[in-house]
């Protein structure tokens, strides 16, 4: 069936490096993406969205790119710091009045100091 | 502004046991509202989902069932646990196609 999936589990960076988090989906009637950042024992936040419509979106350190040609999806993150040590999951929106997200299985990112 | 309330925060029943975990939120009117699973080390499972009082949609067959008695109230239940109902419980809000989560409850099942 349709999926979201990630090429890495995990994640080790130098605090200060570029870190780039990768995800495939299979889905290709998706139209909206999610990146989650979730940090040990809490519930998943919100980091930066894309439609179908746009391939880069930038927010504060972090750029979103979407390649739909090979239905890929990447999180980068400036400057890594400590902070950012966490869990990030992608999700994709396949469409549909009851907003369902179907999460990816989540890459543990790393930084060390 | 809004926000959304699980509780309890962690919580440990034996085998057999009934399970009620609540979720709230604040400062939206008629959100849809999601269950949704995490076991350690892995990805969420939507469980269910809600657009509305008293509707609810089950995704995956288990030993839960969910009830919406008001618009901002959102119920996780089941009549006797199992060992596998282990997890990190977590609800969630949206009105468009973003997900708000709640800090969740961790379910120990002994």
């Known amino acids: 069936g349709e999926s979201v999936g990630l090429h890495l589990p995990t994640l080790s960076v130098q605090e200060g490096d570029n870190s780039i988090i990768n995800c495939a989906y299979s889905?290709?009637?998706?139209?909206?993406f999610i990146w989650y950042k979730q940090e040990s024992g809490k519930g998943p936040q919100f980091i930066i969205d894309?439609?179908?419509?746009?391939d880069k979106r930038q927010g504060q350190r972090v750029t979103v790119l979407l390649n739909k040609t090979v239905k890929h999806l990447s999180l980068q993150i400036a400057a890594t710091q400590p902070g950012d040590s966490a869990v990030y999951f992608c999700?994709?929106?396949?469409?549909?009045?009851?907003?369902?997200?179907?999460f990816g299985k989540g890459t543990l990112l790393t930084v060390n100091p | 502004s809004q926000t959304i309330h699980q509780w309890p925060a962690t919580l440990v029943q034996p085998v057999g046991s009934p399970l009620s975990l609540e979720c709230t939120v604040e400062?939206?009117?008629?959100?849809?509202l999601y269950w949704y699973r995490q076991a350690a080390g892995r990805g969420l499972q939507l469980l269910f989902y809600?657009?509305?009082?008293?509707?609810i949609s089950s995704e995956v067959p288990q030993n839960l069932s969910a009830s919406r008695p008001q618009d901002r109230q959102f119920i996780l239940s089941s009549k006797k646990l199992l060992l596998s109902d282990s997890g990190f419980y977590l609800c969630?809000?949206?009105?468009?196609?973003?997900?708000?989560f709640g800090p969740g409850t961790r379910l120990t099942v002994l």
């Open positions: 400062g939206t009117s008629n959100p849809n």
């Open positions: 969630a809000w949206s009105i468009g196609n973003e997900q708000f």
């Open positions: 894309i439609r179908s419509n746009m």
């Open positions: 999700a994709e929106n396949s469409g549909g009045s009851n907003y369902k997200l179907t």
């Open positions: 809600s657009v509305g009082i008293g509707q």
């Open positions: 889905n290709s009637a998706s139209d909206y």
